[in-house]
């Protein structure tokens, strides 16, 4: 079996990607990324994760907070407090 075919934990995910634990968490739950649930914990096929970003999946607004400020499409320069 390819070393890339094993299932992947949460972070190693997150490490694959230089993303947090709960950056993984927040793709799951409002961006769907493809993931299986066994058990208690989450696993992962690279490939198909991998796919998932290269089609744009991470990208993909699903809340307000992710939008620039004054609602405009394109580049923007998000406020931090």
Known sequence: MPADDRWFSVDE???H???SKDTVYAWLTA???PGHRVGRFWKFKKDEV???IRAGGAAAST???DS???GEHG???R???
Do not use: S
Request: proline share 8%; hydrophobic share 35%.
């Open 68 to 70: 620039p400020p004054g």
């Open 79 to 81: 406020k931090t407090q």
């Open 63 to 65: 809340t307000e907070n």
């Open 31 to 33: 961006k769907g990324m």
């Open 50 to 52: 991998d796919e998932w």
């Open 75 to 77: 580049a923007g320069v």
């Open 13 to 15: 995910i997150a490490e």
């Open 17 to 19: 990607f230089g993303v």
